[in-house]
């Protein structure tokens, strides 16, 4: 059967089926019509505030293809399609319909009008991630889900975090009298913030032609920071972690390689004397558990 001729069949089946159901006009699936519904399952180890998932108006975008092709830029069965969330469940910005056969799917967050390389996305991260939604907007995720044959029901697609995590802990050394300080600021240096992805395969690397620039983290409490960071390896030849409190910079100094869908805990030990601060670049975790 073409193309063409399975498009009208189910342009046929949908103007059926709407005018059978005039009086739920506003129901959101209608099983025979062949409309694709995706469940998009959230990663382990989230960036929101309560760890539960994605939120209400987050937005993916969804390509599909034949099993058998390539994902490119356009031509595809789908091509960056807008999936809303409404939380409960996800809804395109247009009615897509599954054509026959098998077909792959692939996912990301957050979603993106202007997509114009599928091997080499541009991805920047926020700056400045101490404030707003900037934290979890910086938190690229990605999802497939191969070989999939048409379903009155939703397909999962699992997410992963494609990028890095940083934690940085305050602990009070020996010598430091009082409490953490409340109004620290923590930034992460020596950093790139601009990540390329494939979004064939979720691949991610840093661009090496953007400029390095220091990463403002988000507090979570006064002894606790983090902030996502485009995976890349740093030296020991510049500042890693800078905290400043008052009018005091404590700037400390290390080697850590930021791995793809890793956590990485950086404690810092603080004492009165800021030439007596000390930092321990603790074990990676996969999966930000």
Known sequence: MS????????????TLCSCHNEQTATTTFVPDTGEIQLNMVYPNG?????????????????????SDAILQLAGNE????????????WSSHRRVYW?????????????????????????????????GNAYSQSDFLWASA??????????????????????VELVKGEKFDGDIPADAEVYIHGT???????????????????????????KVANDKYEAIVVPQSLSSKQPLVEIISG????????????????????????????DQIEIEIGGSIDGWE
Do not use: W
């Not at 191969?146 to 934690?167: Q, R, W």
């Not at 913030?193 to 220091?214: E, Y």
């Open 78 to 89: 789908v091509n960056n399609e807008l999936f809303t969330y409404n939380g409960t469940s």
């Open 146 to 167: 191969y070989g999939v044959a048409a379903s009155e029901e939703p397909v999962n697609m699992t997410f992963k975090h494609t990028l890095s995590k940083a934690v």
């Open 192 to 218: 790139v913030a601009n990540a390329v992805i494939d979004l064939s395969t979720g691949g991610v690397a840093k661009n090496g032609h953007a400029a390095v620039q220091p990463i403002k983290c988000k």
């Open 3 to 14: 193309v063409n001729k399975l498009l009208s069949i189910v342009a046929i089946a949908a």
């Open 99 to 131: 054509n026959e056969g098998l077909h792959n799917l692939y996912a990301y967050y957050p979603y993106s009008s202007d997509v114009n390389d599928i091997e080499s996305y541009n991805f920047d991260i926020q700056i400045d991630q101490s404030q």
């Open 46 to 66: 989230g960036t929101r505030v309560n760890d539960q998932g994605f939120e209400p108006t987050d937005q993916i975008g969804v390509y599909v293809t034949a």
């Open 247 to 274: 009018n005091i910079s404590y700037l400390m100094y290390g080697k850590l390689t930021f791995r793809p869908g890793y956590k990485h805990t950086l404690i810092v030990t603080l004492n009165q004397n800021p």
